[in-house]
């Protein structure tokens, strides 16, 4: 661990603790606290199923006429947004007036609009009014012949602080000027510390497709109080600036992310935004990115190795890493395709005894058992390929232990990650026979899951699939951290689930 300003934090932490390792055991367990089969499990797609509205098939993106996207009258505010900004604090997002698209420089959509926010305790009693900023990108999709300029509409930001904790908080936002308004939503507030439960909602590549919608249908009535998203959020790569559908040129550029949803970087000592991490309630999320330098000079990785040695376990028992691109994904689609970032970074997760790594990218369903290494390791993390929120791209159907389904051996990685690691780890091959010993459960269905924390050392994790009723759970363990196990310090746990 290196980086002079984590020094102390550091020092601290070994005067504290009795093991100089700080690793975790995760214990799986059914939901009665049985034991796991340790046998990996696998739910085929159903090749026999060869109707079009066939479950294992995607759905198109929802075209511009569907209700759901009628743009807001002029200067009223549409796509608003919550984002968690940190422990006590939200910023709220929201868009006025239209994108334009067309050749060179474009004037950009008149709008005066202003930022604001007015909040209260109680519906349409609004004690607060809050003032922010906006702004606009514009963005090239190169790689092709006649590519237009997109400028964005405005893009509204505001930023509130010191909110009470498990508070609902009723809110519109818009302009204090005009008086044009949102209608009145509201959110609640996590509560303070490590107090439980707490119920986290987790979607990956979830992209604007009916089946997208149904992944919301669902995660809304799994009733998360907050949600986490694994990537991919949207498949603007699949379309040309002016909305006409193209197929996916992906060509790295966070213009859209960045300015729709900036994360509070600088509130985690990132200078980047592509690296940064929050607490919620009692977890301690960091968010790392697939896609730069995280070779062990690089500035992601240094930042991630302090921001890891400076979490206290007795505030957040729960360690949580996130990123795009699985580490463990035995679906054919990009496998071993994070393997150079996972020979960088794994020890650094496994020293640090993070407890939960949750990925997207591929789409459909895995979990793993706790796993390091390429090999069982009741003190590694357990792995979560989440990436069956329902995009566009259709789901990942096919395993590389299926015969025929091995890709061969990449010589180079894809455009957006040039550096390729492949490895022969199964028997001398570059692919298993089997589905490997770390893959717990795997299934092509598109889903969402929740994990709700019981108490300190206690978590329910629940993976729910689209096509199933709102309660009914596909895969379902309770993860057990025995901390002391694998040298971290059981102090002041907070264990009310025994
Ligand atoms: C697979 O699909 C076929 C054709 O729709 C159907 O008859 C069969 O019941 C399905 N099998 C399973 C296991 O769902
Ligand atoms: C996607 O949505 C379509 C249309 O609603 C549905 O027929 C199909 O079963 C869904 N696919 C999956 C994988 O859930
Ligand atoms: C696209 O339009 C914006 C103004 O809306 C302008 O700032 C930018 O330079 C344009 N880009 C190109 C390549 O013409
Ligand atoms: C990617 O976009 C950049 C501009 O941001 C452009 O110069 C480059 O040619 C594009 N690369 C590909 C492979 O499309
Ligand atoms: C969008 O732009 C492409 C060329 O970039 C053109 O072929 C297509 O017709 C345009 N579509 C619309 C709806 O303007
Ligand atoms: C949060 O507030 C609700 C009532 O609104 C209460 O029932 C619950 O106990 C509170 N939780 C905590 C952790 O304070
Ligand atoms: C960790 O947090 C607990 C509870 O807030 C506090 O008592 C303890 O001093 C902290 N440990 C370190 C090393 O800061
Ligand atoms: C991982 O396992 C391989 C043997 O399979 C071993 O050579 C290597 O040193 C191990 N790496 C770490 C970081 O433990």
């Not at 994108?99 to 009693?125: I, K």
């Not at 607490?279 to 960091?286: D, K, T």
Request: net charge negative.
């Amino acid at each position: 661990m290196s980086g002079a300003g984590k020094a102390s934090a550091l020092l601290c932490a070994f005067v504290l603790l009795p093991f100089a390792a700080a690793r975790t055991m995760i214990e799986l367990t059914t939901v009665d606290g049985g034991p796991v089969s340790m046998i990996p499990e696998t739910v085929q797609y159903n090749w026999s199923d060869t109707s079009p509205s066939g479950i294992l098939r995607g759905s198109p993106d929802l075209p511009a006429s569907d209700p759901r996207l009628q743009p807001a009258l002029q200067g009223y505010p549409e796509q608003v947004s919550v984002t968690y900004y940190g422990p006590t604090s939200v910023r709220f997002g929201w868009v006025t007036g239209q994108s334009q698209t067309g050749y060179g420089f474009l004037e950009g959509y008149p709008d005066s609009s202003t930022s604001n926010v007015q909040l209260g305790l109680a519906p349409s009693a609004y004690t607060v009014v809050l003032g922010g900023t906006s702004t606009r990108y514009d963005y090239i999709h190169y790689g092709f012949k006649g590519a237009m300029n997109y400028t964005s509409p405005k893009l509204h930001s505001v930023v509130a602080e010191d909110l009470r904790p498990n508070t609902t908080y009723f809110y519109r936002v818009g302009d204090l000027k005009t008086q044009y308004w949102s209608k009145e939503f509201s959110f609640t507030t996590p509560p303070a510390g490590p107090s439980y439960p707490l119920r986290m909602g987790l979607i990956g590549d979830v992209g604007q497709t009916y089946n997208s919608s149904d992944t919301f249908h669902h995660l809304a009535a799994s009733k998360p109080q907050v949600a986490l998203i694994m990537g991919d959020l949207t498949y603007a790569d699949n379309y040309e600036s002016n909305g006409t559908l193209y197929p996916s040129n992906f060509n790295i550029s966070y213009p859209g992310e960045n300015a729709r949803y900036p994360p509070n970087h600088e509130a985690s000592g990132s200078d980047d935004k592509l690296w940064y991490s929050v607490n919620v309630g009692p977890a301690h999320i960091a968010f790392i990115t697939s896609y730069a330098d995280y070779d062990r000079e690089s500035p992601q990785y240094q930042w991630l190795a302090a921001d890891l040695a400076s979490v206290n376990r007795t505030e957040t028992p729960w360690l949580i890493v996130t990123f795009h691109a699985p580490w463990y994904t035995s679906y054919s689609a990009h496998w071993q395709e994070a393997n150079c970032q996972r020979l960088a970074m794994e020890p650094l997760l496994y020293e640090n005894g993070v407890d939960l790594v949750f990925n997207g990218h591929v789409h459909a369903y895995e979990r793993t058992f706790p796993v390091y290494n390429n090999t069982l390791d009741e003190c590694g993390p357990v792995h979560l390929t989440l990436g069956d929120g329902g995009n566009i791209e259709d789901l990942a159907a096919t395993f590389v232990d299926y015969p025929g389904y091995c890709p061969s051996v990449p010589q180079r990685g894809p455009t957006y990650q040039p550096d390729v690691c492949n490895q022969l780890l199964y028997d001398g091959e570059y692919c298993p026979t089997s589905q490997p010993e770390w893959s717990a459960f795997r299934e092509p269905s598109f889903g969402h899951s929740m994990l709700e924390f019981l108490d300190d050392t206690h978590a329910r994790f629940a993976w729910y699939r689209n096509q199933d009723a709102d309660t009914s759970v596909a895969d379902e363990v309770i993860l057990v951290r025995n901390p002391e196990n694998c040298g971290i310090p059981v102090e002041g746990l907070n264990n009310k689930a025994d």
